[in-house]
């Protein structure tokens, strides 16, 4: 009853469901399976340090991520401090090679891993490598996984950028405007056309920002008033965002000007990316508008 008395007398409120173009909804899941998959990976990723932290923490020195193909390679041929005293410079140097890194040479290598061990009860190191084989075979397939799952969603990207689905206006356009914006990769441009495919084709940037949880929620009280971050919103449009935001203010000037004068004016780090952010939602949907792509402002400036 309440229900229906609701969309009797507020159906100005509700907004009609319309089915998404086959390519949205192929694009969605694929970007849904490259967050699932990211998040398998992470999990395995923190076992694989409670691991190493147990008997061999010197190893975290040498790899940051002991999830990468090439530290799973090197942790089964260093497996533990005796293995690093033993094993030759060569050995190293030609896996590094092998996975083309360059940041570090076999010497510094071997230097952490050769460093003096940390005490552990007899059998803690047997049982940790136990683990650690099982993780590395888990975080590699994870991998190849992730990588065949970008390589889909560029390839669905380009496919929606040349073709137009049927009765979709611009659509290709849209794609190629999104990726011009400072801060945009692959996997957010994937998500925002995934998750939030209804608003952008509308333009409707009071619901895109709203979805994504950058709108601020006023709450009222006699004389009190308060404004709080909005928490109803898409957790994925809200990750997105966050990563986009932070991306630009590591790279655009624009939005790192933006996000230091915020911080100068005491907001916290996320009040200021999600004012970065806010304001980047603006300008794409401006953009989608006038269809025009993203120019830096030092191609503005010379125009």
């Given at each position: 009853m309440v229900l229906a008395d609701s969309l009797r007398t507020d159906g100005h409120l509700f907004r009609c469901l319309a089915a998404q173009p086959a390519k949205i909804i192929e694009l969605r899941e694929w970007s849904r399976m490259h967050d699932e998959?990211?998040?398998?990976?992470?999990?395995i990723v923190n076992q694989m340090r409670a691991q190493l932290a147990r008997?061999?923490?010197?190893?975290?020195?040498?790899?940051g991520d002991p999830g990468e193909d090439w530290a799973t390679r090197l942790l089964e041929l260093i497996p533990h401090h005796a293995a690093a005293l033993a094993t030759k410079p060569a050995r190293v140097t030609k896996l590094l090679k092998e996975h083309r890194i360059r940041r570090i040479d076999a010497e510094e290598v071997l230097k952490h891993?050769?460093?003096?061990?940390?005490?552990?009860?007899?059998?803690t190191a047997?049982?940790?490598?136990?683990h650690l084989d099982l993780l590395g075979e888990r975080v590699r397939l994870v991998n190849k996984q992730l990588r065949a799952c970008k390589a889909k969603l560029e390839s669905s990207l380009e496919d929606l950028a040349k073709e137009s689905p049927e009765g979709q206006r611009n659509e290709q356009r849209d794609v190629t405007i999104i990726q011009t914006m400072p801060g945009i990769g692959v996997i957010v441009a994937a998500t925002l056309l995934g998750e939030a495919a209804g608003p952008l084709r509308e333009r409707d940037y009071p619901a895109l920002r709203a979805l994504a949880g950058v709108a601020p929620v006023t709450r009222r009280s006699g004389k009190k008033l308060v404004v709080v971050m909005r928490t109803a919103c898409h957790p994925r449009v809200r990750n997105a965002l966050y990563h986009w935001s932070?991306?630009?203010?590591?790279?655009?000037?624009?939005a790192k000007a933006r996000y230091a004068a915020l911080r100068a004016r005491g907001k916290s780090h996320g009040q200021s990316l999600r004012a970065?952010?806010?304001?980047?939602?603006?300008?794409?949907?401006?953009?989608?508008?006038?269809?025009?792509?993203?120019?830096?402002?030092?191609?503005?400036?010379?125009a």
């Open positions: 998959l990211q998040g398998d990976r992470n999990a008997y061999f923490p010197a190893f975290l020195a040498v790899a891993l050769r460093s003096t061990p940390v005490f552990s009860a007899p059998g047997t049982a940790a490598i136990a932070r991306v630009a203010v590591q790279n655009d000037p624009v970065v952010a806010d304001r980047l939602l603006g300008v794409l949907c401006a953009m989608l508008r006038d269809q025009t792509e993203y120019r830096p402002p030092q191609e503005v400036a010379a």
